[in-house]
């Protein structure tokens, strides 16, 4: 197998966008590809994720006209990939897979959704049909449901007071918003404190309005290629040194909803695969779609002990200048979640720390970050580690 | 790049089904893996198509339900994929380049759908929106209508009189209709003449009722592995030998609607990497979504001439027992059409022809089919060849 390089990335503004799904990703794709030093023709494949767009702009079969749009040329495929919110970690992680099979040299891939048309409560109620349309939507389960009950199993299962655990998870949004003020990309640039959040509207009990990320329009896009001639192009390639990612079913499987049995997995193979383990990172950018998450994610990823994790927010652990900044681009939580576009925005935010431009949140000579993402109610999860 | 074999193959019986998607797609899924002398435990990754899941039965993000189902372990990841139509191929033929990689050694690809739930009207109106949200399906494209379009357009170009062009049109899906009457698993298994067609409900002129496919409900599934492993499995695995695919963007760029741009290119691909010519295919299923689809289909894959194809079928050459048997399942025009499944099961047909097990409708001594399948508006062509 070939090694892989991240060549050019590029991003969006997130927040709420009156462009469509096509006008974001082709320009986001463009600006990878040319900060790439390569031209659309040069790009094999695409491979594009994207959720809801069917339901927000009766945009099913996006992948080609996006190809169109995008100037790349007619033999070169376009594949739709859909994992839930871990669509477009699975479109990169699928993508890379070939680049290392050899089959493609260069590949963009990626990820774009409009997620703010519909408002929250109606994308809210769409989106559960990502969690099991038989054990779980029909009967009411939502994200913010699923969350809430793995906050309540974490407050029970360790003997935290559940008043005390709400202030710690209201420690990782405050930090995630700290970090977003940094990012000029991100969706939220507002500072806020342990009040704003435990002040908030209750959206399930326990989480309240600011310990749950939003709902985001936003795109993303990543160059890959053969390592071995990434320089010919760029002059500080990121390479992808390990991948993971593991499947679990209905929620009833999980047995316990405060360790996502698929992030043990998918982190197992990507640590595996890197032959380094937590310890060895310096960034990470994870899945925090509420504040709960954030405390689930930074223990099956190792960096903290089960049950020991609740309180790395409030000792600034997790923060910039912390033992290991997580989120420093805001995380999903402010810098924003467009479905199909956040995987590929971690990635764009972990390259861009190891190329060290990353301006006014640089974390300094990080060398080593780790993307996690999550998919549905615990379905799918996705890790990648890359090094600089 | 290590070649790749089918080992087990299965799919359902198509037509109104009362199961679901998940239902219908465990079955055959478990089916293909039992008939490739495996185990779940030992399928290391999932492929799966399906397009209106989340339309039909509220279910998105399906592909980890589907891996939990199955069986298959936690560390084996499930990845959905969506090209429309061409579904099940693409996500088939990922699949096969992840094993030529050397990525994976057992995989297990196909798709599913429940296409009937709505009902005929409601499903064209959703499905169009595989078409280009901006410039065609909200200006009322459906799908039978681009295709009608064709049509006439295939008419003008050859100077072709319609009504002799619609009893061309007809003889295809009177021979379509004659195979499926030799396919225990087709969705219609009834005999028509031409008179049926012409006389038929007329729903985009000049396609009436029987030059169009049904929507059916369906599953069908493929376990592909290393070459070097088959026979370790099942006596005849069957060979890919070739594959291709393409990518077009909206309608307006095909320029000339009677030549798919995506199949020319995606067709020359596969017959470049399998190092054949039509000449050489002893059996096609392809993507006959309406009977002018057929005749376009053949054409571009090299089979008759541009211009020459439309009457193949009333002079029997594409009948069983004709020169290139075409669809001898029954085609999507009568085994039926379960979008998300529609390309699983043509490489069932083929390679059941190509393991003389295919009953009735069996091709003697048929060494070498072709897989065709279209997706959207032209958007998407995904072409596999195999060997026994």
Redesign the interface.
Known sequence: ?REVAVLGVAMNRFGVSQK?N?EMFTEVGLEAIERSGLEPKDIQA?FLGC?LG??E?????I???A???LG?P???????????CATAT?SIR?AA??V????YDFVLAGGTERATLMGTPLATRT?A??????YE??VGITFPGVFALAAHMYAAKYGIGLPELKRHMAEVAVKNHKHALLNPKAHFQKEIDVETVLNSMMVADPLQLYDCCPFSDGAAAVVLARADRAKEFVKKPIYIIGMG??????LS?QRDLTVV??RV?AA??AYSQAGIGPEDLDVVELHDCFTIAEILAIEALGLYEFGKGYEAATKGETALGGKVPVNPSGGLKAKGHPIGATGAAQVVEIVEQLREEAGERQIPGAKIGLVDTL??DF??V?NIILRR
């Open positions: 197998m469509t096509l695409l959720c069917a339901f702009e009766g945009q099913a079969h992948a080609p006209f190809h169109s749009e790349l007619t033999g070169s495929p376009a594949v739709l990939m859909e994992c839930a699975v699928n897979l070939l290392a099979g050899g089959v989106f049909m990502a969690s099991h349309s038989y939507s029909t990612q593991a499947a679990c079913g209905a499987l049995k698929a997995e197992r193979q998919g549905g379905g799918t996705c």
